[in-house]
């Protein structure tokens, strides 16, 4: 079986415009969530979110350019240029983009696009809409920006799972890139919602904490919405080793499965299902494992449900796995969600270094694992899980090995 | 039996799909056995009605009882007609 190699990585959110600078701030425990700034609050109960901020479209696209792209395509773009260019690779030599795949997960697509024009539409009663909405608007929209911009003409296209976007994406790019389908795949989850509907819809569900996001901890009171993209180059490994090309980590495996039961409530074995499948894939057992990035959407239901679902998978290892939920800095990305956590797996790995849960008060009796509250910790990473749990009871896992 | 109770007894039989003959003000939603997703349908339908917000797992609100609901919909709409000047 083929090895896959991760060679590139790029990614935007609350917490920087790279992934550098995300990771710093992941490693120093800093939130990036904050109060609304980018879109008006008065008719929010909620007013608060993990926004991208300090952002100039224009600093990363000409106007031309910028016209075609919805925020979430832009997200996309600036993810992919970083990860692309770490990668060393030149996809017009050696007909590499022939061979490379481009599958990009988001819950939503182009939200602001949608929210302008019928606001313009409904709202202004003005009766002509932007000739560009739909192409700006389409949830494949992101994922054909990046084909275009680097002319990569294998297998391209979207994945949707609301929240395990991002993982089922690169878990599908991985399946392609091991089974010699493509040798490379550009991947990852993009996300930007944050409009003053989508924000009241979630204010709905009730699910949404007005304080901040505390995951696995007592005084939790729900997840807090967040913006940004992750992309990641994915190389078969041979290839990789054999340029010399810097190897991130080993992308050993993926695990999904859906839970068949409730629309919102998460299942314990749903999520157990999706873990051991990871493991299993990616031929590892439980005690390799020495992180795993939660789902920890800091929501009463998901910590409690996903921590008993690591038990069961984990055993005896329970204890002794660090879980840590980067969402208490970066809130909740959705679609991105997976492929911006992929950055503190990699992270992780690479530097030996667990990011902490933030915003961690007291312990909850219902979540009683080692969530390496609020400061990191140094400890040796051999491998790692990141969870995705979607709405609907879509789960996906990723398992990633240390390259040494 | 107040003419808020009537409606949030009708609205909580509807949406959750329960005989009304089974709802009583001290019956909680869990005591109905009425999901999470239901339960936030209950709460959206009545604030559509009454045109009010229902605040969110606020200490001093129950909405987990019927009675709860009863009387935080009374007292939001006893605060509302209180801030609105007279006709």
Known sequence: MRRVAITGMGSISSLGHDAGEQWRAMREGRSGIGPIANIPTDLLNVKIAAEVRGYDPLKYFDSKRLILLDRVSQFALIAAREAVAQSGLTFSESNIGERTACIVGTGIGGENTHNEQSQRFYGDKNPRVHPLTIVRLMANAAACQITMEYKLTGPAFAVVSACASANHAMAQAFDMVRSGKVDFAVTGGTEACITVPTVKAWEAVRVTADDTCRPFCKQRRGMVLGEGAGIFVLEEYEHARKRGATILAEFAGSGMSADAGDIVLPSETGAAKALAAALRDARLEAGDIDYINAHGTGTPANDPTESKAIRRVFGGYANAVAVSSTKSMHGHALGAAGAIELVAAIGALREGVIPPTANFIDPDPECDLDYVPNVAREKKVRAVLSNSFAFGGLNAVIALKRFD | ?87
């Open chain 2, 1 to 87: 039996m107040s003419s808020v109770q009537d409606t949030v007894f009708s609205i909580i039989s509807k949406e959750a799909g329960i005989d009304i003959a089974k709802i009583t003000p001290e019956s909680t939603l869990k005591d109905l056995e009425i999901q999470s997703l239901d339960a936030v349908q209950i709460i959206f339908e009545i604030e559509d009605h009454y045109k009010i917000t229902l605040p969110d797992r606020d200490p001093n609100f129950d909405t987990e009882s019927v009675k709860g609901l009863v009387d935080a919909v009374e007292k939001l709409l006893a605060e509302k007609q209180a801030a609105s000047p007279p006709a």
